[in-house]
């Protein structure tokens, strides 16, 4: 079963706006982890947030962890139609080598 | 990052036949990857948990004599998907790596 649900599920903005997607989930976790997927294509890696770490920063990307409230947010800054994509975040249970578990994903449109 | 491949990347099959998904790290080895489904909109859901010189762990309501899958070396684990029906249309996806999942481009099924 799905480990969490990101919100929102849809989001539009202009370009050069930021973009916050957030995500929940509801058991320990080792690691948080978030990544893109375009339209039919594979998922590529954005960030990896450890369940001690706070925050993390990644180019225009900046990441939060609240272990406590179990939850997360992916920031984008200055955001540019080439972000326009589906944004999941996955969360690993424990260390070593464990499959992730996904969140629904937000869908993100950047407008020129 | 690390880079891991699919193939077919999109296949149309007749009902009944079965389908053979190839996915290779293509510059570390993986002693486990990992076999995703994604249906139109939604998430990835974890099928099975493919492990090296080893049986595959299924996920629940995964049938393992429908999905055949194996991993006969390190850089190689297929995944069989045998009398293929229309309801096994689905974007297929595998993943490998350590802490960081790296994921293949996924594979596009169409059973007409």
């Known amino acids: 079963s799905q480990q969490g649900e990101e919100d929102p599920q849809a989001l539009s903005i202009q370009e050069g706006e930021n973009a916050t997607m957030n995500c929940s989930y509801k058991?320990?976790?080792?690691?948080l982890q978030w990544y893109r997927q375009n339209s039919g294509r594979g998922l590529v890696h954005l960030i990896l947030?450890?369940?001690?770490?706070r925050e993390k920063h990644s180019g225009r990307l900046r990441v939060t962890l609240d272990t406590s409230k179990k939850s997360s947010s992916l920031l984008i800054t200055a955001s540019r139609a080439a972000d326009t994509a589906s944004y999941f975040c996955?969360?690993?249970?424990?260390?070593?080598?464990?499959?992730?578990?996904f969140g629904k994903g937000t869908r993100l449109s950047v407008i020129a | 990052g690390a880079v891991v491949s699919q193939h077919p990347s999109w296949v149309i099959c007749k009902s009944g036949t079965s389908v053979k998904i190839e996915c290779r790290s293509l510059?570390?080895?993986?002693?486990?990857m990992f076999w995703y489904r994604q249906f139109p909109k939604q998430s990835l859901m974890l099928m099975a948990t493919?492990?090296?010189?080893?049986?595959?762990?299924?996920e629940q309501g995964v049938e393992k004599d429908k999905f055949l899958i194996n991993h006969a070396s390190l850089t190689l684990s297929t995944l069989t998907v045998t009398s293929a029906h229309p309801e096994d249309s689905s974007f297929y996806i595998c993943?490998?790596?350590?802490?960081?999942?790296?994921f293949g481009p996924g594979t596009r099924l169409l059973v007409l």
């Open positions: 493919s492990n090296e010189g080893s049986k595959a762990t299924y």
């Open positions: 947030i450890r369940s001690n770490e």
């Open positions: 058991t320990s976790i080792n690691n």
């Open positions: 996955a969360t690993v249970r424990n260390s070593g080598n464990t499959p992730l578990v």
């Open positions: 993943s490998a790596g350590l802490e960081t999942q790296y």
């Open positions: 510059d570390f080895q993986a002693t486990t």
